[in-house]
């Protein structure tokens, strides 16, 4: 196939064509940061944002970051039109989306087979939750699918309103804020089938459970189980359909919020358990567990006489101990007493009223906490992917964002840690790796400044001298410490930090504008003011020892498990909660750094959650500590894309005839040679030590526009060369069978000919055989031999028998044994052939036959010319009657002429020949001289005609004759001697006229005279009077047939 365009006209085209879309897509301000002339203005930054904002355009990316501002409305750029629009198109070709980052990660694990992970962060309400939904959705929609990975897209998609009703609630800042960090691995097999996924969560804020701020709510579940939980249900748990009776729900206020809608959460929960896979026993007691947490806010405590607690709710006491299956004394007794080690002894010891409420409290949070965590696990159980087979993965990392409230306590600081971190894993994935990998490549670096918060990070988590281990410290400490002497450590500890102050190691300025009870962090996004009451009680997040014994009897199934595997050793400390966190938080650091990140950034465009609403202070804010103009800066700065030489020739090889299909030099040479074939311009592009670097997107992506045209003629050759490969195949295969075939067939042959020539070897034998006793009698040896001779015979004869009666020459030989046979068919051919003469025979034939039959019995074999006669037809008579004279003819024809023939009478004196007519009629014989009757022989006195027995044709007429006077013996030659002498004898009627006489006959000259006729053969036939006065007739003896 060729090309309407060599490759440089299409990357040309391309080229055009992509700066084309580019202005025209950019028309709303510009789609891509780094295409900003001044990059490094903010101002011009958040006016980009902004205009692009205003006309609805949510998204826009920093190279291959995507910035999206929550938009608080719906704008219909989700649907499945939209997600078709972006599959598999090219990152820069559409404007920035969701889609098109899920997309582009997706087909870039798909290629390069590795994993990576998507990295949503902002501030809460800024739209984390919503964009992880969209990628999951993306691909859930977009991934190839059968049956049984639709289970599994199922249950990755129905994870999230289950996690968001037990682990979301309304916030000031979000009516569906996730209060727990969440990382969501979703597994791909090698044909990029979403095959099974995996979610770790991070910090449930279990505080909640028991507290809300005014404005705020609980976890969603409890509102949508009061309120959408069916009748019988809430019967069986012991609730009222009305939120505002359980103390738990109402502190915020704010029950009923007008964006949630509980009741249709609720059914959505409902059925994503069951799909999940949920067992009717497991929904039963986690519903319990969930009611329960409800009672035990209720449960109310009030002080004895004595200061000691006292229960005065039994009938919550009731509904707990049966919910939970622990009986009502026991759980009673774990409410208002704990244990305490006395010496060798344990003793209880009463609670005050308020300890009663705080250990319920804990109590509450610690159900809930690890209910949640059960809730997790089976999550995960439903979407395990058992097939050992190797996966690549998408990490989807739905972290709290960086918080700021008016008051912040131990939650915020957590949460805040974890952002740090994640600006850390940042910085280190892309800013200093950035620098790292440039210097390391050999390329030339403009060093962008940023801000490593390594500084703040250690300041937190390093071991024994960070916040953290402070905290453990006096959380652990015998002695009575308190949150205040956390405080005085740490600004014993901190003092001189440059990002930690507290009213103490303050400047007089800052001093007013924090409290005694304060410290505040310099974080990489900004200053938060932390209060340090119940940093020690959250930390500790502690449980009496009693009150999990007593969860431990229960005959819940979920609380059984939930306290039955932690701290099998009641004695030891469990791991403080901001340790277990800083641990969590180091294991999801070690996943990230596997894979490759992608980033997006969202922003809160307002604090009141309204549509078309930009808070420029509050977004600017957000745009700095996310980094993003750090971010900008190292795009621009270096290089927006870089790879591997190997990966980057083994992607585009294809491009270049040199380097397509193997390139035989180094990977360094054969991108050099592919990038000139492309024509990259020097400022483009830059050759490091292992990677290629790309300075703009666009050549990079008219690059791969390029490969995307030129992959589908290779697809087209390759299927050509393909096909030509099956039908080659095809083709030898018919060949091997053709010759197969020839083969046995020509095996047939020989074995048909070997058995033929075998055949005829015992035939010929047989026939040799039969041969040499042809002449013996009938035997095994011979028959067949003698056989075959018959039939040839008989079937040669057949072939060459006589045509007709007188064809007396051929007839074939016969072998010996057919001597016999063929005599009789002979006979019986000649009679065959006879008849068929006969039957084909006129009359007249027939009496010349007749005639010609009495010639025969005449003179066969007995004259010896006769046999020259027989074919020699026989004439009515051999002179008509016109050559008659008249006169004789007048005085005979009364009497009936019935023969008449030329003769050659000759003298009886003298010999001398004359030619006469010899005429028969009824009565007598005329010789006849023209008009003249010479001599008239009545028949009655014929006595005999005699004729020699020689080749002669003399015939003599014997007389009587009483009277001398008469003539004598008539000698006569006639040509027709024996149609003549056969004549006379039928006119005649008299058979036995006619005498064959040897040697010489007696003839009467006249009475008493006699002559003789002599006859004899000679070499030539002469007549003539011999010296005795004889008439010597000689005649040539004939040869006899
Ligand atoms: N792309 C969007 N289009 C329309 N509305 C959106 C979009 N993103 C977010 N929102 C609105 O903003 C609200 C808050 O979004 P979301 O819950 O994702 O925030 P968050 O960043 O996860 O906050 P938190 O940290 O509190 O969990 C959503 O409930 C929704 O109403
Ligand atoms: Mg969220």
Redesign the pocket.
């Known amino acids: 196939m060729t090309w309407r365009f060599s490759l440089e006209e299409r990357c040309q085209r391309i080229l055009q064509d992509m700066e084309g879309s580019l202005t025209a897509r950019d028309r709303v301000g510009i789609q891509d940061f780094v295409l900003l002339d001044a990059y490094t203005s903010e101002t011009a930054f958040m006016d980009n944002l902004r205009k692009r904002f205003n006309e609805n355009l949510?998204y826009t990316y920093i190279g291959t970051l995507l910035v999206s501002v929550?938009?608080?409305?719906?704008?219909g750029i989700y649907t499945k039109k939209q997600m078709d629009i972006y599959m598999g198109v090219n990152f820069f070709e559409l404007p920035p989306h969701i889609f098109a980052l899920a997309d582009n990660v997706y087909r870039t694990m798909i290629s390069e087979t590795n994993n990576h992970f998507i990295l949503i962060s902002?501030e809460?309400?800024?739209?984390?939750?919503?964009?992880s939904k969209k990628v999951l959705q993306f691909y859930a929609v977009c991934c190839p699918s059968t049956r049984l990975l639709d289970n599994v897209r199922d249950r990755l998609l129905l994870s999230n309103p289950v996690l968001e009703a037990f682990g979301n609630a309304k916030?000031l800042?979000?009516?569906?804020?996730?209060r727990f960090g969440k990382y969501m691995d979703i597994q791909f097999d090698h044909q990029g089938a979403a095959v099974g996924g995996h979610i770790l969560s991070y910090l449930l804020e279990k505080s909640r459970v028991v507290h809300q701020n005014h404005g705020e709510r609980n976890f969603h579940i409890f509102y949508q189980l009061v309120e959408g939980g069916e009748d019988e249900l809430l019967r069986w748990l012991g609730l009222e359909r009305n939120c505002q009776k359980y103390r738990y729900l109402i502190q915020g206020e704010c029950a009923k919020v007008s964006s949630i809608n509980d009741k249709s959460d609720w059914k959505t929960v409902q059925k994503a358990l069951t799909i999940i896979e949920f067992s009717e026993k497991d929904i039963e007691h986690l519903f319990a567990i969930i009611a329960s947490v409800l009672h035990l806010g209720n449960v109310h405590f009030e002080a004895s006489a004595h200061g000691y607690a006292t229960l005065n709710s039994s009938a919550e006491v009731h509904w707990l101990s049966k919910l939970l299956g622990i009986p009502s004394n026991i759980l009673q007794e774990g409410l208002t007493h704990r244990k305490i080690e006395a010496k060798a002894e344990e003793v209880l010891s009463p609670f005050t009223a308020e300890h009663a409420k705080y250990a319920r409290d804990a109590l509450a949070k610690a159900i809930y906490g690890r209910t949640f965590t059960w809730l997790v696990n089976k999550i995960n159980e439903s979407l395990v992917n058992k097939d050992s087979t190797r996966k690549t993965v998408i990490g989807l990392l739905?972290i709290?964002?960086f918080e700021v409230f008016d008051v912040n306590s131990f939650e915020q600081f957590c949460i805040n840690f974890c952002n740090e971190k994640l600006q850390q894993l940042f910085i280190q994935l892309t800013l200093k790796s950035e620098q790292e990998e440039y210097e390391m490549e050999g390329i030339e670096w403009e060093p962008v400044p940023y801000f490593n918060n390594k500084i703040i990070c250690d300041l937190v988590e390093e071991k024994h001298r960070g916040i953290i281990s402070i905290l453990d410290e006096e959380c652990l400490r015998p002695g009575e410490a308190t949150d205040f002497t956390f405080l005085e450590k740490l600004e014993e500890k901190m003092c001189g930090h440059p990002h930690f102050v507290t009213h103490k190691l303050a400047d007089q300025k800052t001093r007013k504008t924090l409290e005694r009870g304060d410290f505040r962090l310099l974080h990489y996004a900004g200053e938060v003011t932390y209060s340090v009451v119940g940093f020690i009680d959250k930390n500790n997040d502690l449980l009496y020892r009693n009150i999990k014994e007593v969860m431990r009897q229960s005959k819940n199934s979920i609380i059984q498990h939930c306290f039955h595997t932690i701290e099998p050793d009641g004695k030891k400390r469990p791991e403080t909660v901001a340790t277990q966190f800083k641990s969590s938080l180091a294991g999801l650091t070690e996943i990230l750094m596997t894979k490759d990140p992608w980033y997006v950034r969202?922003l809160k465009p307002n604090h009141c959650k309204q549509p078309d609403r930009f808070d420029d202070v509050m977004v600017r804010h957000q745009v700095k500590y996310l980094g993003l103009m750090e971010h900008l800066r190292v795009r621009r700065a270096g290089f927006a894309y870089r790879r591997r030489y190997e990966i980057f020739l083994k992607r585009y090889k294809a491009l270049c005839p040199d380097t397509w299909p193997h390139w035989k030099g180094t990977p360094a040479e054969g991108v050099q040679r592919l990038i000139k074939h492309l024509g990259y311009k020097p400022d483009e592009y830059k050759m490091g030590r292992t990677k290629i670097f790309i300075r703009h997107p666009r050549t990079l992506f008219a690059t791969e526009d390029a490969f995307e045209i030129c992959k589908h003629e290779l697809a087209t050759r390759i299927q050509a060369k393909y096909k030509g490969y099956r039908v080659k195949g095809e083709y030898q295969r018919q060949r091997e069978a053709a010759t197969k075939i020839e083969t046995c067939w020509r095996g047939l042959q020989a074995r048909r000919e070997r058995e033929r020539r075998a055949w005829a070897v015992k035939v010929i034998k047989k026939f040799i055989k039969g041969f040499m006793n042809r002449n013996q009698p009938v035997s095994m040896d011979n028959s067949d031999y003698l056989a075959f001779v018959r039939q040839s015979y008989l079937t040669r004869l057949k072939d060459n028998l006589p045509k007709s009666v007188l064809d007396k020459t051929i007839w074939l030989t016969p072998p010996p044994i057919m001597q016999e046979a063929s005599v009789l068919l002979r006979k019986l051919h000649t009679r065959l052939l006879v008849r068929k003469y006969v039957r084909g025979i006129s009359a007249q034939q027939k009496v010349q036959l007749q005639i010609k039959a009495l010639t025969s019995d005449i003179f066969k074999g007995r004259k010896e010319n006769y046999p020259q006669s027989v074919c020699q037809p026989f004439a009515d008579t051999r002179i008509s009657e016109q050559d008659i004279n008249i006169k004789v003819l007048q005085l005979i024809c009364p009497e009936g002429i019935k023969y008449s023939v030329p003769v050659i009478k000759y003298d009886r004196n003298g010999f001398r020949p004359r030619f006469r007519q010899l005429i028969f009629t009824q009565a007598a014989a005329y010789l006849v001289e023209e008009a003249k009757i010479k001599q008239r022989v009545n028949y009655s006195s014929l006595k005999g005609v005699s004729v020699s027995d020689l080749s002669d044709n003399f015939l003599i007429l014997h007389v009587t004759c009483d009277d001398t006077k008469q003539k004598g013996d008539l000698v006569l030659q006639c040509s027709y001697l024996f149609e003549a002498l056969t004549k006379i004898c039928v006119v005649t009627k008299n058979h036995k006229l006619i005498k064959i006489v040897q040697g010489s006959v007696r003839f009467d000259i006249q009475p008493g005279k006699e002559g003789f006729v002599d006859f004899k053969s000679s070499s030539e036939s002469m007549v003539y009077r011999a010296k005795n006065g004889h008439l010597m007739v000689e005649s040539a003896r004939t040869k006899s047939r």
Request: glycine share 14%; proline share 4%.
């Open positions: 949510i929550n938009p608080y409305k719906e704008l902002g809460s309400g800024a739209g984390k939750t919503e964009a916030t800042k979000n009516d569906n804020s996730s739905d709290y964002g969202c």
